[in-house]
């Protein structure tokens, strides 16, 4: 491999796309994002994807797009399409979060085992059930995932996903195959080929590749979801590692050599090669903060905080009861009384809150029997407060980090160059 060779990783996110490039020793050689284009009237949302994809690949500099070897492309999860024999969108996508397939998990529950990460009214599986109702689903030659669809573009081969991705929809990634209770069901001639992802797929199309400069042997790569790409981007490669996600809401992600399935938690496992990363989310996070405080004043109020003097609050910020990681209580009710008068003093008492309710997901993920965690790398916005580093690090008890690369198209172009140390390419 030439030591000009890079890799291109692309994120499709909820609400626009990025392009990170990279060379063999992961550094970053080029970066590009961009907001999906304003929807025209009866324009397919599949077209802006589309648009937004080329665009991004146009606006590369011309030194990195004549050098590029591969290039892998992540999205949303559970965000699915069907599509013709040409791999023409025959409908609207479902997105991630669209749960119009609620009255399908009733089916589900005949077919798949109890607990399956398939019985959710956003499972790919449930919507691909929604999709065989309507009346267009006669033309219907292949379900695929976002990254899959957006892949076929570049490769030109329909019909092919990553493991990452096909989890919702039912295939085993112990086994890897499909189950036999899926793989004998009418609808299996719809589902697609499935890759480790990271796995050569094919070339670039000739025709794209004169178009944008691209050499011709330039192989796309099976992608991953948006999630597990920001987790690769992270640094963690050793059971034990995790990353904690400071979001709207609070999102942790545990590498283990455990496999861990509890459905009332809402804990279940996607394969990193021969190790599992175990998830769990709580309802907590930064939205909670921002009911109270702006982040102008977060971040002032945190710089008079001493984290080796707690408050004696025993917050569990929420902004509606019920949580279900690591309480599973629909009813939970948000413990944010008593508030004092003093704002540094509350927002040292919220952070507290929502370290001991981090503290706590680890714990349960290590007590269902995850490797006990050793490090934690922490990406989303709260990664920026140093404060509430040092605070979660006490309540932990073991180090905490700011995650060095936080983009999910970072860990999606280690994937396009083989960078992905946990891969496990004899799958």
Known sequence: MQSSALFLGIDFGTSGARAIAIDATGAIQAQVSLQYPETLPDQP??????????????????????NLAGIAIDGTSSTVLLCDQQGQPIADPILYNDSRAAAQV?????????????????????????YADQPYFAQACYLLHQADWLSFLLHGQLG?????????????????????????????????????????IAPIRSALAQRFSIPQTCFIHAGTTDSIAAFLASGAQQPGE???????????????STRIEEARYGIYSHRLGNLWLVGGASNTGGAV?????????????????????????????????????PINNPTLPPRLEPRPDNPQEFLQGLLEGIARIETQGYRLLETLGATPLT?????????????????????????????????????????????????????
């Not at 089916?107 to 929604?130: D, E, F, G, Y």
């Not at 995790?242 to 590498?255: C, D, I, N, P």
Request: charged letters at 15%; glycine letters at 6%.
């Open 45 to 66: 949302l599949t077209d802006r994807w589309q648009q937004t994809l080329y665009k991004l690949l146009e606006q590369l500099p011309i030194s990195v797009r004549s």
């Open 106 to 130: 009733a089916i589900l529950q005949t077919l798949a085992p109890p607990n399956h990460t398939v019985l959710s009214a956003t499972s790919s599986l449930a919507k691909l059930l929604w």
């Open 160 to 200: 092919i996903s990553d493991y990452h991705n096909s989890l919702k929809l039912g295939y085993d990634v112990e086994t890897l195959a499909y189950p036999v209770w899926l793989d004998t069901h009418p609808l299996r001639y719809l589902l697609p080929q499935v890759l480790v992802p990271g796995q050569a």
């Open 242 to 256: 995790a990353v904690t996600s400071l979001g709207s809401t609070l999102v942790l992600k545990l590498l283990s």
């Open 289 to 325: 903060l921002r009911k109270f405080f702006t982040d102008t004043e977060i971040a002032q109020l945190s710089q008079h905080i001493d984290p080796n003097q707690p408050t004696q609050y025993d917050y569990y910020p929420l902004l509606q009861p019920g949580d279900r990681f």
């Open 375 to 427: 490090h934690v790398y922490t990406a989303g916005g709260g990664a920026k407060n140093t404060v509430w580093m040092q605070i979660r690090a006490k309540s932990l008890g073991i180090p905490v980090q700011v995650a060095p690369y936080t983009e999910a198209a970072y860990g999606t172009a280690q994937l396009a160059a083989g960078l992905d140390r946990t891969a496990d390419r004899s799958a």
